[in-house]
């Protein structure tokens, strides 16, 4: 695998990007997952700016993050037994179909049903472009803390995406029409997808299992159960934030601020996850994991005491301090649970749960939100962020155990 020396005293995220290749594969997989801070807050901005329902929003956003999140771990499976480049093609198609329907529908002002199975298609067929970077990277890269580096580094541009994501969105959305954060998206899936997959040299190949281990499930791996029920609770925080930051916006008149206060959020993280990764720590990933899930519970609840866009943006600041870390040491705690033949569909499976949790938050806050208002909302928010902490700490010694056992096997 190719790897280059480091000079001392090196920037760690420059010295892993100087792999050959890395530069190229990390930049396309960033355009690549653009759409997916931008499909959710698209939805939800253009059916509520043409049909004037955020539950209808809330309920076509939870279509399509749940096809992403039930689908996405499939084509995670097939990506690790065909490939990359065989796998990734074809989906692209369905998903720029899927999306074309999706906005053509909205448009025509379509029954909501109609919009129902045109979003499935756009999520379902997305994949997790996260996951296969990340996959090349283990691939690419043998040294566990350059891995860390690495790691870090791709969670950082998940939180960038995050940030960019939902402005563009809610700017084309307020201010040129509502369909279009639909349309750029779809046009981003494309062009990145494309270059993505085209990088033949550092796609990883595709790796049997080792003789005599019986390819299991996924989801049977002893711990991996905990993990997702975990990530399912942080993506209600997301997915509920996202409904709940909209309606909150609009009840103080300024809507279009929405993607701005959701981009502080992403900011935090971003924050936290570039300081995170330039350091080696020799703790176990499970027990950061636990330390890092047992301050989202607190970090949300100050949701609670927001009264104006700007205290938001500052409490969402502080509350995504806590998340880019953590998804960091969930990605290396799930590398240390399963077998290389099985990477790319476990490291599916935490964005996946986090796309299933925010599929429901966005539903259940769309509901709440149309019956008491965004403060009614953001108690989903803070009740999933709790439940998270809660599991984690009750789950706390299985999750040692099991990672400890896989690591030493």
Known sequence: MPETVDPPRSNPYAAVLRTPGALRFSAAGALARLPMSMVGIGAVLMVQGLYDSYAM??????????????LAPQIGRWVDR?????VLLPALVVT?????GLVTAAVLGAPEWVLWPFAALAGGSQGSYGSMVRARWNHTLDDPRRLHTAYSLESSIDELVYIVGPVLATTLATTVAAPSALVLAGVAAVVGGVLFVVQRATEPPV???????RRRAVLLVPGMPIVVLVFMGMGVIFGSMEVVTV???????????????LAVFALGSLVAGLA?????????????????????????????LAQSLWVLAIVMFVAGLAIAPTVITGNGLVQD?????QLTEA???????????????????????????????????VGAGWFATLLTLAASRTLRRQAAARHEG
């Open 57 to 70: 929003a809330g309920r076509v956003a939870a279509v399509l993050g749940l096809a992403q999140a039930f």
């Open 82 to 86: 065909h490939g990359q480049r065989t």
């Open 96 to 100: 720029v179909t899927g999306l074309g």
């Open 207 to 213: 790796v049997p299992p080792d003789a005599g281990v």
């Open 247 to 261: 309606a909150f916006a609009e009840e103080r008149g300024n809507k279009g601020m929405s993607g701005v206060v």
């Open 276 to 304: 995170y990764g330039a350091r080696h720590f020799t703790s176990p990933p499970s027990r950061r994991f636990v330390i890092g899930m047992a301050a989202l519970g607190p970090g949300v609840s100050l949701f609670l």
């Open 337 to 341: 649970m399963v077998g290389r033949h």
């Open 347 to 381: 490291l599916t499976w935490v964005g996946t749960s986090i796309g299933i949790g925010a599929s429901i938050g966005a539903s259940f806050a769309g509901v709440r939100v149309d019956e008491a208002g965004s403060a009614a909302g953001f108690l989903v928010t």
